[in-house]
């Protein structure tokens, strides 16, 4: 199987930089995509293609894939980016992969 | 308004069946393939299964193979999971999604940008 890595959590500071990983071997050959998931609601796409941000998601929402990494990064964060967030890949064997989840607070 | 919207969830008991149904509206159902995903309680995501949009290529994560059934009424719009034999360890939300394609080259994205608003099974005794 194919196995996504992510922190379980992290903090940031308001206005500051949040950078969330994901990772796994040769995870730079694929495309990864980031979900955000507030409580109680239904995750929402954030980044799609390792970097595209669809219609409607901040500018300050940007991601890239290199080697073993992927990594959302949040520039300027504020409050109502506490969430959840996944990271997911496309496996040729067990299709659609997420990461575990990291928690983000906003503190 | 694109929209996908999940019923059918309901507390059963272990070994039984249930079948969930998601609905489509604002968007052509039939160019699109659909997912179930599901999210147990505190937990992460879990991709379940796929249905290509002709309904020719099925996919099911391996701890729901040979339970669970995928299956879509495409004059209807809908998707439906028909879940049997199930287990406490099945209790979550599941959510429908859209799956968009995107390609650059030979290199394929494969993402989900529609998500219904998820419907609960509760297995227990």
């Known amino acids: 199987s194919y196995d996504l890595t992510q922190p379980p959590s992290m903090s940031v500071s308001p206005g500051q930089t949040a950078s969330i990983t994901c990772s796994a071997d040769?995870?730079?050959?694929?495309?990864v995509s980031w979900y955000q998931q507030k409580p109680g609601q239904s995750p929402v796409l954030v980044i799609y293609q390792d970097a595209k941000r669809p219609s409607g998601i901040p500018e300050r929402f940007s991601g890239s894939n290199s080697g073993n990494t992927a990594t959302l990064t949040i520039s300027g964060t504020q409050a109502m980016d506490e969430a959840d967030y996944f990271c997911q890949v496309w496996d040729d064997n067990t299709y659609w992969v997420f990461g575990g989840g990291t928690k983000l607070t906003v503190l | 308004e694109v929209q996908l919207v999940e019923s059918g969830g309901d507390f059963v008991q272990p070994g039984g069946s249930l079948r969930l149904s998601c609905t489509a509206s604002g968007f052509t159902f039939t160019s699109y393939t659909i997912n179930w995903v599901r999210q147990a309680p505190g937990k992460g995501l879990e991709w379940v299964s796929y249905?290509?949009?002709?309904?020719?290529?099925?996919y099911y994560a391996e701890s729901v193979k040979g339970r669970f059934t995928i299956s879509r009424d495409n004059a209807k719009n809908s998707v439906y999971l028909q879940m049997s034999s199930l287990r406490a360890e099945d209790s979550a939300v599941f959510y429908c999604?859209?799956?968009?394609?995107?390609?650059?080259?030979?290199?394929?994205?494969?993402?989900?940008?529609?998500w219904g608003t998820g419907t609960t099974v509760t297995v227990s005794s």
């Open positions: 999604a859209r799956t968009r394609i995107t390609a650059d080259g030979n290199k394929y994205s494969y993402y989900l940008d529609v």
């Open positions: 040769k995870l730079g050959d694929k495309y």
């Open positions: 249905i290509s949009s002709s309904s020719s290529t099925i």
